[in-house]
């Protein structure tokens, strides 16, 4: 009977591995980010890193964004489905904090409570494909704490089957009629509450935070959050300013600087492909004309 069963996960795993850039358009991507950064890490300096999640993804288009900045730097973006700062902060260690040793500026997008502790802990994407076997010490330090979450940690980063479980139950379930249908529709709920904290009780705290500007620091890259716009307006508490700024990092709020519709939003929280270069082009602008940015990009980063 085990061997039975080992055999069957065995040849799971196998076609797992032999599919797996198939599952998802984002199981694609993450695998390209090491070929993404080393193209980035080809081209002329300063260099810019746009990090974040398919908000990134839909709204920040960085050819829109070289239309209206001159002599624009050069630009990668980074953007896995779902991820929120803990994330970013373990692929910004793994694959960006590989580049040749000189001043990047990592450009975060976010909204609402993305950036604070509360959001929950993906552990089997930490252990596959952001923390990886390479930082499992930080991360069950500080971050997957309980015994069955660090198993589950290492299951993810040993086998492509644990990895990518969820995307394969949905592969094999969207041949159910209705199932998505269903799908969508459940998705569509979960947007509208887009980044609504895990545990909602007491005052955010921004520890995590506080680790990702470290790691940035001590590297010598520069940090500018962007807050996304969404059809309906978030506020930036003055807790959250405070972080960014005793972080040494800057922020540029995009609300309401670009007129944007329900219509730009097609699904309710992301960008239409037509809103999209409109919003870029004016993060363009505002990036151009920030000192904090500029004195990043050439030397002397200023708050």
């Known amino acids: 009977m085990i061997a039975t069963a080992v055999l069957v996960f065995g040849a799971v795993e196998l076609g797992i591995r032999a599919i797996e850039d198939k599952l998802s358009i984002d199981v694609k991507h993450i695998h390209a980010i090491p070929s993404i950064v080393a193209g980035l890490d080809r081209q002329p300096a300063p260099h810019v890193v746009f990090l974040g999640n398919s908000l990134t993804r839909a709204s920040i288009h960085t050819e829109a964004i070289a239309e209206v900045w001159p002599a624009a730097p050069s630009m990668a973006r980074i953007h896995p489905d779902d991820t929120t700062l803990l994330d970013w902060h373990y692929i910004y260690q793994r694959y960006v904090a590989t580049m040749k040793p000189r001043t990047n500026l990592i450009v975060v997008s976010f909204v609402r409570w993305q950036l604070d502790d509360n959001q929950e802990l993906h552990v089997d994407r930490l252990g596959s494909h952001f923390a990886g076997f390479q930082f ?38 969207a041949s159910v009629p209705g199932y998505k249908e269903l799908a969508n529709s459940v998705n569509h709920g979960v947007r509208a509450k887009a980044g609504t904290p895990a545990n909602q009780s007491g005052a955010p705290s921004y520890t995590r935070m506080h680790r990702f500007l470290a790691a940035a620091r001590a590297r010598g890259d ?21 972080a960014i700024r005793e972080g040494g990092a800057n922020l540029i709020d995009m609300q309401g600087v670009e007129p944007l519709i329900g219509q730009d939003f097609p699904d309710g929280y992301h960008l239409s492909e037509e809103a999209a270069p409109r919003l870029s082009r004016a993060l363009g602008r505002a990036m151009m004309e920030n000192e904090f940015v500029q004195a990043a990009l050439h030397g002397g980063a200023k708050h």
Do not use: C, W
């Open 222 to 242: 520069k940090v500018l959050f962007v807050a996304i716009p969404l059809p309906h307006s978030y506020e930036i508490t003055d807790e959250l300013r405070t």
């Open 136 to 173: 499992a010490r930080e991360a069950f330090e500080h971050d997957v704490r309980e015994m069955g979450d660090r198993i589950e940690f290492m299951l993810a980063g040993t086998f492509r089957a644990m990895a990518n479980r969820e995307r394969v139950q949905y592969r094999i379930l």
